[in-house]
């Protein structure tokens, strides 16, 4: 069974940066399509980022974090990470890493295409 632990969640002023990290479980995650998604309170949970199994070269981003987010994966730390600058009120909610051995990376990826979720991060920015 994977098991994914995101941690990094904060309070952060509008403008200011944070680095998520999603650490799993097993050593096949170098093969699984890696994803972040986020939530908040009463919607659906929606898609941030995803990258590609191995190297990670294909990434994909949510149009409203283009330019802002990146993902990476280490796959001999076994890590995927979420760098998020310039920050804003409306980027605040949960975050939840998810592991898709099957899951596109192009596209709008969906959440039910990821089978394996972390417990999410809190990410709040205040204005």
């Known amino acids: 069974q994977v098991q994914l632990v995101e941690s990094g969640g904060g309070l952060v002023q509008a403008g200011g940066s944070l680095t998520l990290s999603c650490v799993v479980s097993v050593s096949t995650f170098t093969s699984f399509t890696m994803g972040w998604f986020r939530q908040v309170l009463g919607k659906d949970r929606e898609f941030v980022a995803t990258?590609?199994?191995?190297?990670?070269?294909?990434?994909n981003y949510a149009d409203s974090v283009k330019g802002r987010f990146t993902i990476s994966r280490d796959n001999a730390k076994m890590t995927m990470y979420l760098q998020m600058s310039s920050l804003q009120p409306e980027d605040t909610g949960v975050y939840y890493c998810?592991?898709?051995?099957?899951?596109?990376?192009?596209?709008?990826?969906?959440?039910?295409?990821?089978?394996?979720w972390g417990q999410g991060t809190q990410v709040t920015v205040s204005s």
């Open positions: 998810a592991a898709g051995p099957q899951a596109s990376v192009a596209g709008r990826p969906l959440a039910q295409d990821f089978n394996s």
């Open positions: 990258i590609s199994s191995w190297s990670g070269g294909v990434t």
